[in-house]
């Protein structure tokens, strides 16, 4: 299985999913994004670990902290590993000084809240990046360059007939993505998708 190594750009709040949030994650030598919608409790484990803030009493993910510690074990990474059905999956891979190492399946948002507290690195499987991850437009020239053609083109067939679907939903997709929309970009991602299939 191939990996490429992400690192976690923010989050960001999901007003359509019922207050739930966008986690987003950035591709560590590339231009592309993956969003994954994730549950309160969960950005909010996630949150206080970015800033270092420590609350009065340890949380679940820093109970299981301890909990691993206390094995004399640790995670080496985290690998978000399958998508299916629009559902991310994850395995936490650890390792400690008498064993070969152990995988667990784990929900990624529970995965990447433990592995920001062992410091350890996030990896996303090549086929799931392929399949689900937005290529941003600033950091892609040849992507902007294939935008304003197809603008170009949109108004040089000044009175031919309107757009078809597939162009208004790229069109709205990369003005989603210009927005930092993450979580309607992945809708309209999986609409063309559909389209396309």
């Not at 670990?49 to 949380?59: F, N, T």
């Not at 299916?84 to 995988?103: R, V, Y």
Request: aromatic share 4%; proline share 5%; hydrophobic share 40%.
């Amino acid at each position: 299985m191939q990996t490429v190594k992400m690192d976690i750009l923010g989050l960001s709040t999901s007003p359509s999913s019922g207050g739930a949030y966008a986690l987003i994650l950035s591709e560590a030598n590339g231009n592309r994004r993956l969003p994954i919608i994730i549950g309160t409790f969960e950005a909010q484990a996630i949150a206080l670990e970015l800033e270092s803030i420590k609350p009065p009493r340890p949380m679940t993910h820093d109970l299981l902290k301890s909990l691993v510690q206390s094995f004399h074990s640790k995670v080496e990474k985290v690998v978000i590993n399958d998508l299916s059905e629009g559902t991310f999956f994850a395995q936490i891979h650890c390792a400690g000084n008498e064993d070969e190492g152990l995988e667990l399946d784990a929900r990624p948002s529970d995965a990447i809240a433990l592995a920001i507290r062992f410091g350890a690195p996030i990896f996303v499987n090549t086929e799931v990046l392929d399949e689900a991850g937005i290529v941003t437009e600033e950091e892609s020239p040849a992507t902007a360059t294939k935008g304003k053609g197809k603008r170009k083109k949109a108004e040089d067939q000044a009175g031919q007939p309107e757009m078809s679907r597939m162009e208004k939903l790229e069109q709205e997709l990369q003005t989603a993505i210009e927005t930092e929309n993450y979580e309607k970009a992945a809708k309209l991602r999986d609409q063309i998708q559909k389209l396309k299939g």
